[in-house]
Structure formats: C-alpha cells, structure tokens
C-alpha cells in the first residue's frame, strides 16, 4: 500500500514543494483576478483558507462513509455551504471588501484548489493530516496571491495595502493594476520560482 | 437455524449499503444539516447585512446635500438633520417610474434630495445617489455606490475629481459628455480611455433629471415607513 505523506509533511508540502499556484498551477482564476492589490488578496487568501480547513475536516471525518460515485457531489456541497457562510460573513463585517472582491468570493465554490485537496488528501487520511494539509495549502496560496498582489500594486499605484511606499513622482503602471498585468507578473514570478528550484536541484547535485 | 435467520434479514449497515437511499443517504443527511447551517447564519446575519447597505446610503446623503466642509460643520451642529426615505412617481404617460429618495430636513427647512437611480454601465449596474437642491434647479453632488467599471479606467467614476464636475449643473438641460473642454457649460469632461463609463453615469443622471423635473413636489413624496 502506498505510503501516505504525515501532517507535518503535509503542512509543509503546501507551501512551496507543492504550491497551488507555483506547482500545480490551481487555483488561477482569482489568482489574476483579485491579486490588483495587497488587501482584496489576503482576504481572498484567507476567504480560501477557511473554506479548504473546513472542507477538509468535514471530508477527513466522513471519509469512510464516502461512495466513490458519490463524493464530487459531497465535496461541492460541502465546499458550497462554507463559501456562502464567508460571502455572508464578509458582507456583514467587512462590507466594503466584500463590495470590491464582488463575484470572486462565491467563484470560490469552483476553486479547483479545494476540490483536488479534498479528493488527494482529506478522503484518504486522518484529520490531522487534512487540517495540516489544508493550512499548508492556504499558506502557501496566500503567499503566491501576496507576492502577486505586491507586485501589482507597487508597480500600478505605488502604494502597498494602500500606503503610498513609493516617491510622489512615480508614473503609476495601470497597465499592471489591469488583467494584463496580472498575467505578466503571474508569468515572470512563476517562471523565477521555477529558476530558484531548478538552481537549487542542481546544486544539490542532481535534477528530477 | 438460527444461522439461516441471520442471513435473510440483512443488518441495517448492509441494506443501507445496497438500495439506492442508502447509496445517498449521506448526501442527503449532509444537505439537510448544511441548510440548517446556512439558514442560521442567514437569520444572524442578514440585518446586519441590510443595515450595511442602508448605512453607507445614509452616510453619504448629507455630503451630497451641502458639500463635504459644509456637511461636517452641520453634522457638528445643533439642529437637527431629518433623512425620510421615500418613493416617488415620476415621469408621464403611460410609463410612470417610481424613483426611491431621501428628503434632507435641516431645522425644520427642506435642505434638498437625494435620487438613488441605477443605469447599465460599460461592464455592470452602476447606482448612483444624485443630490439635488430644494428648488430642484441644480444638482448638489454624486455618489457611485456601486460599480464594477474596469479598474484604472472606468472606475475612477468614482473619483471626487470627477463626479464633482456634476455639482452646480443646472437641471434645465441634459448634461453631454465631450473629450478635453469643449467649452461648453452642459459638458461633462469625459475620462480618458472610459468614455463609455462617462457617459453612462451622465445618462443615468440626465434621466432622473427629466424624470423629476417636474413631479418633484412634496405631494408625490411617499415616505417609506420604516420598520424597527
């Protein structure tokens, strides 16, 4: 029987060695989509977050109960039922940010990351390990929006979650505050992940 | 015998594992519980939720009444400011439209209106508050509540800068949207690259305009009773 990965090899798989976004290339939708500044994307990130936690603490506890024919329809009904409480949540508290994310917020629903880690991990082991899993996952998808998100929005407006960081004088890039620029930014981080990784296989003595 | 009894009747876990309710069972048992949830948290949250969106409505009435300066010195201020939400009928012949409104009361005095109105904008709904002042002859302010206009361009409709250009037209004639300064005073300056944007909002603004222009009287005023 194939060896499943522990909690702790889970949580930190998430982060880098199997990104959403970096390495399995999940998740795009509001990747490009809400990362135009530092603030839409952390909520998104953490919108996300507590959606796959939950997802996969439910899924994790009702593994054994699953029909294989039957467990997409499980997953998306659970993965429903957490978006809506975030869509309200943000509505009622943070009304504002749930105005600016709009639509986003219940596309969550359709996220593939939740799905592919309900089906990979959450169905197959226990719930520490789908907790781990879904915090690694959530970490490293908030990272790769952030990281997005910071480029974005210094490079298009010159501020940082709305502080102005750069010089007055700074001739703001729309361009990267619109869809094109979320695909340039997307294209040349995804691609210097990629270097550093290959750089790092390489000097381990080796590639895979 | 008693061997043979076991096996006709099936335990509970084996029946359920072989007709088709059992087969769903846990889909179902799941959709049940999950409504449940989502109604709790709609009952707890929805007041909240509509309050959210009455609040940010009634926030921005006074600056569009008397300018942001004027607006704070009077929120500062003792008499009191009045907001009766109402509806109105507005327009003639055979397709009258009912606008929602507010009537600004400040000492007693008529202060001005503000028209909640909504129009298609380039890539959504855009809604709009427009002041206008007690003798309905120019417009006191407006306000994008919401749009979804694209961002770097469209959006900065909601620009102070440029919805200001709105405050002081007279109600008279319809506004026009012009590239650069025309010149002209019923233009609106158009924003670079959102046309489209510009003169969607100066539409939705000129309809209201003509539709109240005359049946803005205290008699078509409907307030609305507000509900604790």
Redesign the interface.
């Known amino acids: 029987m194939q060896v499943l990965p522990t909690p702790t090899e889970r949580f930190i798989q998430g982060i880098l060695p199997e990104n959403p976004v970096y390495r399995q290339l999940l998740g795009l939708c509001p990747t490009l989509a809400v990362t135009g500044g530092l603030k839409p994307a952390l909520t998104m990130a953490a919108a996300v977050g507590f959606v796959l936690l939950c997802a996969n603490i439910i899924t994790s506890l009702i593994r054994n109960l699953l029909k294989p024919h039957l467990r997409i329809v499980v997953f998306t009904l659970t993965i429903a039922t957490f978006v809506t409480i975030v869509d309200r949540f943000l509505a009622a508290y943070l009304y504002q940010m749930s105005k600016a994310l709009g639509p986003y917020i219940p596309l969550i629903i359709v996220n593939c990351i939740i799905i592919c880690r309900c089906e990979v991990c959450a169905s197959r082991q226990s719930v520490p390990a789908a907790a781990a899993d879904a915090l690694g996952q959530s970490l490293g998808f908030g990272l790769a929006l952030a990281g997005i998100a910071a480029v974005r929005e210094l490079l298009g407006t010159g501020m940082l979650a709305g502080y102005p960081v750069l010089p007055e004088s700074w001739p703001d890039w729309v361009i990267m505050v619109l869809p094109p620029g979320a695909f340039l930014t997307f294209g040349l981080l995804l691609a210097l992940v990629n270097w550093i990784s290959a750089d790092k296989q390489q000097g381990e003595g080796g590639g895979s | 015998m008693a061997h043979a009894l076991k096996q006709k009747i099936p335990s509970p876990g084996r029946w359920l594992r072989d007709t088709n309710l059992g087969?769903?069972w846990?889909?179902l048992a799941?959709?049940i519980l999950?409504g449940a949830?989502?109604a709790a948290?709609?009952v707890n949250?929805s007041r909240?939720?509509e309050a959210?969106?009455q609040n940010?409505t009634l926030s921005k009435i006074p600056e569009l009444v008397w300018g942001p300066a004027r607006a704070r010195e009077i929120k500062s201020g003792s008499a009191a400011v009045q907001i009766i939400p109402g509806t109105l009928q507005a327009g003639s012949g055979a397709n009258p439209i009912t606008l929602n409104l507010f009537k600004v009361i400040h000492a007693g005095q008529l202060a001005g209106w503000v028209i909640k109105a909504g129009g298609q904008g380039y890539a959504e709904k855009i809604d709009l508050l427009i002041g206008i002042d007690p003798q309905v002859s120019a417009l006191t302010g407006l306000f994008v509540l919401?749009q979804?206009e694209?961002?770097?361009?469209g959006n900065k409709i909601t620009a102070p800068g440029w919805r200001g250009q709105f405050k002081g037209r007279s109600t008279g004639r319809p506004l026009t949207v012009a590239a650069g300064l025309s010149g002209s005073e019923a233009a609106i300056d158009a924003i670079t690259g959102a046309t489209i944007s510009s003169r969607s909002v100066t539409r939705i603004v000129n309809r209201v305009m003509a539709a109240v222009k005359d049946s803005l009287e205290v008699d078509t005023f409907r307030p609305i009773e507000r509900r604790s």
Request: glycine content about 4%.
């Open positions: 087969q769903a846990l889909v799941l959709a999950f949830a989502l948290v709609q949250l909240r939720i959210n969106r940010e919401d979804k694209t961002p770097g361009l």
